[in-house]
């Protein structure tokens, strides 16, 4: 079993920034970040593997960046330049197989027009 936590979210107005982390308790493979709106499906962010390949949805590319630190099992998103439709609860995803995905709580991000 692997624990996550999750860390940064918050208020921020439009145009600012905020990081997001979260922290494995073992060793993990590919990591990324889902989100959730209200009244929405979760949709992927960002996912970064093993090996520092990264991929972005579309509506944050240039915005947001994700990384890793392997050394701590820890993965961050660096969200700038924030709307108010980024407005969700954030996820954090790790995989250590195939069959060993685990999900964070969730962290609220809110952005104010």
């Known amino acids: 079993q692997v624990h996550l936590v999750e860390s940064g979210g918050g208020l921020v107005q439009a145009g600012g920034s905020l990081r997001l982390s979260c922290a494995a308790s073992?060793?993990?493979?590919?990591m990324g970040w889902f989100r959730q709106a209200p009244g929405k499906q979760r949709e992927l962010v960002a996912r970064?593997?093993?090996?520092?390949?990264?991929d972005y949805a579309d509506s944050v590319k240039g915005r947001f960046t994700i990384s890793r630190d392997n050394a701590k099992n820890t993965v961050y998103l660096q969200m700038n330049s924030l709307k108010p439709e980024d407005t969700a609860v954030y996820y954090c995803?790790?995989?250590?197989?195939?069959?060993?995905?685990?999900w964070g709580h969730g962290t609220q991000v809110t952005v104010s027009s």
């Open positions: 970064i593997t093993s090996g520092g390949s990264r």
């Open positions: 073992g060793s993990i493979n590919a």
């Open positions: 995803v790790v995989t250590v197989t195939a069959e060993r995905v685990y």
